[in-house]
């Protein structure tokens, strides 16, 4: 039977030859649920429904990262018709809303449709 490769640093950590953990303050089942994403336009309005004719409920800027529960088609907005509905810990927006997936660059794997 092998045995995983270890070795013991100087700093004693223990290094093993196996898949990489995320740290405990990850919250790796949250991590899983949601997928996560950076807002590319200057301006990202939050809207009630996947569609630009819904009011807007507020807004992000460029930069923001989001947490996308999953994705659902809607109105195309620059030819893409994909919509993120937001998970609910996105700071400063707390309530259902979707954002346009046409401004949105994915940083993680994209998430499941709704």
């Known amino acids: 039977m092998k045995r995983p490769l270890a070795v013991t640093a ?44 819904s009011p807007s409920k507020d807004h992000y800027v460029r930069g923001f990262q989001l ?3 999953c994705w659902t088609p809607g109105e195309s907005v620059g030819g893409n018709t994909t919509w993120y509905k937001l998970g609910p810990d996105n700071r400063n927006f707390t309530q259902p809303g979707y954002v346009a997936a046409r401004y ?3 940083l993680t ?6």
């Open 67 to 69: 947490e996308i529960e």
């Open 10 to 53: 100087a700093t004693g950590l223990l290094l093993t030859a196996g898949p990489l953990l995320a740290p405990a303050d990850a919250a790796p089942a949250r991590a899983a649920r949601y997928a996560y994403g950076r807002v590319t336009a200057s301006t990202l309005e939050i809207r009630s429904r996947p569609t630009s004719k």
């Open 109 to 114: 794997n994209g998430p499941a449709r709704c």
């Open 104 to 106: 949105v660059e994915l």
